[in-house]
């Protein structure tokens, strides 16, 4: 007795390869976040990961950029040692940071989804330098607004504490990853074939 499996697809390869790109932003998120650096201004470091969170929205689209997102933060979650400075578990995603590690998702699906135009997966090089732009400055605005609310109820701090640590102390960071971000959308080594 023999079984023809020529022609059998258990999982379409649209899928697999999306899920193979999520791991690859997943992993991408988990090594910037070793790139890290001491804020005098903030309780929170300075990372790449913003960075990260605009790669997976600009390329894997609203969907599986935030897919991608949410699989590092369960890595990090179960002790894969991916968040700021090699941390891991869950303090991570109920301490000081907490509102940033939460926006992650939300953002790269925002930064997505103005890329984009919706939820369909198009070139990001399409897009204008103006759309690229204005979707990041959309992602950022998620990631502080998150970030400020979870100072607040973490660290009880006020306001406008809240605003010029967690947010207002990152701005030339943010803007050189936006730039990068731009740079690399429109760098001719990420031609899909």
């Given at each position: 007795m023999s079984a023809d499996t020529e022609d059998v697809d258990l999982v379409g390869a649209a899928i697999v390869e999306n899920l193979g790109r999520v791991a690859l932003f997943a992993a991408l998120m988990g090594a910037f976040a070793y790139v890290s650096f001491p804020n005098p201004f903030s309780p929170a470091p300075v990372t790449l990961?913003?960075?990260g969170v605009f790669l997976a929205g600009l390329f894997l689209g609203p969907v599986w950029g935030?897919?991608?997102i949410g699989l590092y933060?369960?890595?990090?979650a179960v002790?894969?040692?991916v968040f700021s400075g090699g941390s891991a578990g869950l303090a991570p995603l109920?301490?000081?940071t907490a509102g940033y590690l939460w926006s992650?998702?939300?953002?790269?699906?925002?930064v997505g989804a103005v890329v984009h135009g919706g939820l369909s997966v198009g070139d990001p090089r399409e897009a204008g330098v103006v759309r690229l732009v204005g979707a990041m400055v959309g992602g950022t605005v998620v990631v502080y607004a998150m970030g400020v609310a979870g100072l607040m109820l973490v660290l009880g701090?006020?306001?406008?504490?809240?605003?010029?640590?967690?947010?207002a102390a990152f701005v030339p960071a943010e803007a050189f990853k936006i730039a990068a971000a731009v740079g690399i959308v429109r760098s001719d080594a990420f031609v899909a074939k």
């Open positions: 990961q913003v960075l935030s897919v991608s933060l369960a890595a990090g002790g894969a040692p109920v301490g000081s992650y998702p939300v953002a790269a699906f925002v701090l006020g306001p406008v504490a809240a605003f010029t640590a967690g947010a």
